[in-house]
């Protein structure tokens, strides 16, 4: 079975600084895709980022970028720039197709504070 | 607006009691899925649906079970034999097939007096 491992329960930046969060995952599939959902106090799950496994650039979208080490089965998020609004949990999470459907794995989640 | 709902935000049983929580989608997506999430915890899979009258177990299905008897509904009734029913349940639906994420709805807070 597939897991997802976040080491930080709680992080803290200043804002306008960078911040990266951390992400491993274990599995034996080679096809798949991981993502990172931002759950704001709101608790309305937000998609930030997704990776897919077969591409070797990292995705970037706007302020956030991920560095995907698939050997090392990592998937961390840089959040630049750190802006007020990015106070929120973030849950690096796992998919990967199935002869029936998908299955999402999430990680235990880390809790972002950004100070000002 | 295409997206997922779930209703009501806020839902109170007594023990004992049977409740059912919503969830509807108009995004026409076949797979949908019952998230548990507990304070300082992850998302634990509770069951989900890939096609209408079909569904399978999560990780913590004892004392849940729901039904799909359309696409775009799929609600979670959490039975007397859920020991310990409190905590924030989401809702999430996503296309079977491709590359693509699971879509949220904004989730109900179940709290058991």
């Known amino acids: 079975a597939q897991t997802v491992t976040q080491s930080q329960p709680e992080m803290s930046v200043q804002e306008a600084e960078t911040v990266t969060l951390s992400c491993t995952y274990d599995?034996?599939?080679?096809?798949?895709?991981l993502f990172w959902y931002k759950q704001p106090p709101s608790r309305q799950m937000i998609l930030v980022i997704r990776?897919?496994?077969?591409?070797?650039q990292n995705a970037t979208e706007n302020r956030f970028s991920v560095n995907f080490q698939k050997a090392a089965k990592s998937f961390s998020l840089k959040i630049s720039d750190s802006q007020l609004g990015d106070t929120a949990m973030y849950f690096c999470a796992f998919m990967k197709q199935q002869n029936y459907g998908q299955n999402f794995v999430f990680g235990p989640g880390t809790r972002l504070s950004v100070l000002p | 607006d295409g997206g997922i709902t779930q209703s009501p935000k806020y839902l109170f049983r007594k023990e004992g009691q049977n409740v059912t929580l919503s969830c509807e989608q108009n995004l026409n997506h076949d797979a949908m899925y019952w998230y548990r999430q507990d304070p300082g915890q992850g998302l634990r899979l509770i069951y989900y649906s890939q096609i209408v009258n079909d569904f399978q177990k999560g990780d913590i299905a004892e004392g849940y079970s729901v039904s799909r008897e359309k696409k775009e509904s799929f609600p979670l009734t959490v039975t007397s034999a859920q020991k310990n029913p409190t905590a924030f349940y989401l809702c999430?639906?996503?296309?079977?097939?491709?590359?693509?994420?699971?879509?949220f709805g904004q989730g109900t807070r179940l709290t058991v007096v």
């Open positions: 999430a639906s996503s296309t079977s097939y491709g590359i693509t994420e699971a879509f």
């Open positions: 990776q897919e496994a077969y591409k070797q």
């Open positions: 599995t034996s599939e080679s096809n798949y895709y």
